[in-house]
């Protein structure tokens, strides 16, 4: 198929095809360019194959392949684009048709949740079905009453959802909801690649439940995150206004390997490059940060990868600069003592080895004054090809993209 795509996309229009057959002179010249294009070709298939093999994301991305009829020099030619999954190049990509800015869309939303006296409120996205996941974070790093106990109440977790198409989970959600007073769900139906929508739902309910909060950090159900770092790296800043923080990556290009997870066809997105943006892993904002971006999200057509969308092109919008912060990673860590006390999120972290993090971070007795990081144990691994949605990473100085 992809082949088919390359091929119909080199030959040359009808139109001059037609035109140099008149004469000999023609005919040479045709064939010249013909050969010309065999060998263009050829060399394209080489540089192509390997690019094909390297592609380490899963299946899961893409949609069913289609053979629109495209119109080239005139002349119509089927030109295949593969389409994304509930992103067919017909579907509108206006936000305010799935978000409904007007109206209320909540389902569930846990009660007095914010108020003027809020520091910091975590929305972890997570799915309907992640059980396991909530509970586990609930028992380690998101205690509630642990963290009421720390900072006296002004520090929230909470875990946001979209709709399933199950409605006995849904059901599940809404008990859960009962009982910890910690999910809220929104109205879209949650899949994949509907996250954008559940990121802009995050700052939508974030805006009409919690707007005296001082930061809000997005994070998901696979992330450790060490809290009293974080609130110790806030506390230092001289001002919150302002605040867009996070793994900031730069320079990164959409894939358009059909075969990969995170593949972006050009319709989605047509420039080279992605604008510098902070990876979904986690990253943290200050209450007018997300007014801003929730504005900016209204008027940008919808791109699937949250993360690009909310930190990238609406923060670009809107005139906000994503900043790095060494705390926050999202490529899985070395999980010794000592760096997770500097980290702030640790990524790919599952139930299990939830409490395996918790218990080592909740050891004091470790020293680390005399901690030597070393290639192994360094929290942040900039070298890295092909993780998430970029081939090439550009480089970071004073934690802003150069
Ligand atoms: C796009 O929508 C039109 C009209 O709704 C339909 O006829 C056409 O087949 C659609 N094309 C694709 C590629 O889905
Ligand atoms: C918002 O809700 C009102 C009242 O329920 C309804 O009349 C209106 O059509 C809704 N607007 C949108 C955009 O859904
Ligand atoms: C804010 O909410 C917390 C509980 O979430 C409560 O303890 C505190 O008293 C509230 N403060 C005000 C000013 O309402
Ligand atoms: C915070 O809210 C409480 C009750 O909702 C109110 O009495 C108080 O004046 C508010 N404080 C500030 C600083 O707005
Ligand atoms: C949560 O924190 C509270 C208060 O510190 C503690 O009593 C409780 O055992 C903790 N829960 C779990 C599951 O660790
Ligand atoms: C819905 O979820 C429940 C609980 O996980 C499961 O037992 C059931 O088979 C699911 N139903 C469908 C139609 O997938
Ligand atoms: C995303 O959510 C909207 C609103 O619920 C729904 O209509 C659409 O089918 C969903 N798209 C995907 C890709 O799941
Ligand atoms: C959790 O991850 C560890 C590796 O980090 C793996 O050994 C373990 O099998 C995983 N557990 C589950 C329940 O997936
Ligand atoms: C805490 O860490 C020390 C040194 O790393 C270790 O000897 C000790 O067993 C740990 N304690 C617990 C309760 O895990």
Redesign the pocket.
């Known amino acids: 198929m992809d082949r088919m795509r390359l091929l119909s996309m080199q030959l040359p229009p009808n139109s001059n095809i037609n035109s140099s057959t008149g004469n000999t002179k023609g005919k040479i010249s045709f064939i010249k360019r013909l050969a010309l294009g065999f060998i263009i070709l050829a060399g394209l298939g080489l540089l192509y194959v390997p690019a094909y093999h390297s592609a380490q994301g899963q299946f899961s991305g893409f949609g069913d392949i289609s053979l629109p009829v495209g119109t080239l020099g005139g002349t119509d030619l089927i030109a295949s684009i593969v389409q994304l999954r509930g992103w067919s190049y017909n579907t509108s990509r206006d936000v ?1 048709i799935y978000i ?4 209320t869309t909540v389902i569930l939303t846990p009660k007095r949740i914010c108020n003027n006296t809020s520091y910091l409120i975590i929305l972890i996205c997570s799915a309907v079905g992640n059980i396991n996941a909530r509970i586990a974070i609930r028992n380690t790093w998101g205690n509630q009453s642990y963290l009421d106990t720390l900072y006296g109440s002004s520090i929230k977790v909470t875990f946001l959802l979209g709709q399933s198409d199950n409605d006995t989970l849904n059901s599940y959600a809404a008990d859960e909801n009962n009982l910890y007073n910690d999910i809220i769900q929104e109205r879209f139906y949650d899949t994949y690649n509907n996250l954008t929508l559940k990121s802009v739902m995050l700052l939508k309910w974030v805006i009409s439940n919690c707007d005296k909060v001082r930061y809000i950090m997005k994070t998901d159900d696979d992330m450790f995150v060490n809290i009293p770092t974080l609130i110790k790296t806030l506390r230092e800043r001289p001002k919150s206004t302002g605040t867009l923080i996070g793994s900031l990556i730069c320079n990164a290009k959409p894939i358009t390997d059909p075969k990969n997870k995170w593949y972006t066809p050009k319709y989605m997105y047509s420039d080279r490059t992605y604008p510098s943006y902070l990876s979904g892993t986690g990253y943290v904002m200050s209450s007018d940060v997300a007014l801003r971006l929730y504005k900016a999200a209204l008027s940008i057509p919808v791109l699937h990868l949250e993360d690009v969308y909310i930190t990238g092109l609406c923060a670009k919008e809107a005139g906000l600069k994503p900043v790095n912060h060494h705390g926050f990673s999202y490529i899985p860590r070395n999980l010794d003592i000592c760096s997770l006390r500097e980290t702030i999120t640790a990524h790919k972290v599952n139930a299990s080895n939830m409490y395996t993090v918790w218990n080592k971070l909740k050891n004091f007795s470790t020293n680390c004054k005399n901690y030597i990081k070393t290639a192994k144990n360094t929290p942040v691994s900039r070298i890295s090809r092909n993780i998430g949605y970029f081939l090439l990473k550009g480089r970071i100085h004073n934690n802003r993209c150069i």
């Open positions: 305010s409904h800015p007007e109206n």
